[in-house]
């Protein structure tokens, strides 16, 4: 059964980078699409954006000039940075899986809120 | 972008029939997938493409999708149904784009 764990820091300074790790455990990242969602308190679910097998990303829009997401496959990780966070940027953040094809997430961390503050 | 428009509530009394519906222009053509979350959970993936069943979900939980809109229906509603829920599709024809709709709160009454 595959795993995935985010881990990193629940506190981010404003204008700071968030910096977040997803570790895969039942599987290898060398298949499917790897994907980071968020959800800020009370709020709905964002995409953030994927990484593919092949190591291509692609990311949402509104995210885009702000976010790498890159892989580590030797350790089984992928990870998520972005930039220049403000408090609208306090979220979980839910690492997942998606399935080749149509594109639904079976596979789920258990989420990780980040807290933008000074 | 695409867009999905899920209305923000449903109420059901238990033993009904709760229908969750997700707009999206000619979201018949693509694949809809539903996930139910619970306070201070992860989502579980309920029906993916559109009608199809993850090992583990009970058959009362079931996905239709036609024209402009899909649905997810819950049969026989039970009080551990309560929860929000959400749709989902994956946007190939613009940039391969994952997208969520807004989420609507089932709630049973």
């Known amino acids: 059964q595959v795993q995935l764990q985010e881990s990193g820091p629940g506190l981010v300074k404003p204008s700071e980078t968030l910096s977040l790790t997803c570790t895969v455990s039942g599987g290898s990242i060398s298949s499917y699409y790897w994907s980071w969602i968020r959800q800020p308190p009370g709020k709905g679910l964002e995409w953030i954006g994927y990484?593919?097998?092949?190591?291509?990303?692609n990311y949402s829009p509104s995210l885009k000039s702000r976010v790498t997401i890159s892989r580590d496959t030797s350790k089984n990780q992928f990870s998520l940075k972005l930039t220049s966070v403000t408090a609208a940027d306090t979220a979980v953040y839910y690492c997942?899986?998606?399935?080749?094809?149509?594109?639904?997430?079976?596979?789920w961390g258990r989420g990780t809120l980040v807290t933008v503050s000074s | 972008s695409y867009v999905l428009t899920q209305p923000p509530s449903v109420s059901v009394a238990p033993g009904q029939t709760a229908r969750i519906t997700c707009g999206g222009n000619?979201?018949?053509?693509?694949?809809v997938h539903w996930y139910q979350q619970k306070p201070g959970q992860a989502p579980v993936l309920v029906v993916y493409?559109?009608?199809d069943r993850p090992s583990g979900i009970p058959e009362r939980f079931s996905g239709s999708n036609s024209g402009n809109t899909a649905t997810l229906t819950i049969s026989r509603v039970e009080a551990g149904d309560e929860a929000d829920y959400y749709c989902?599709?994956?946007?190939?024809?613009?940039?391969?784009?994952?997208?969520f709709g807004a989420g609507t709160k089932v709630t049973v009454l």
């Open positions: 000619n979201i018949g053509s693509k694949s």
């Open positions: 990484i593919y097998y092949s190591g291509s990303t």
């Open positions: 493409d559109d009608s």
């Open positions: 997942a899986r998606a399935s080749d094809g149509s594109g639904s997430y079976y596979f």
């Open positions: 989902q599709v994956w946007d190939s024809s613009s940039d391969h784009l994952y997208v």
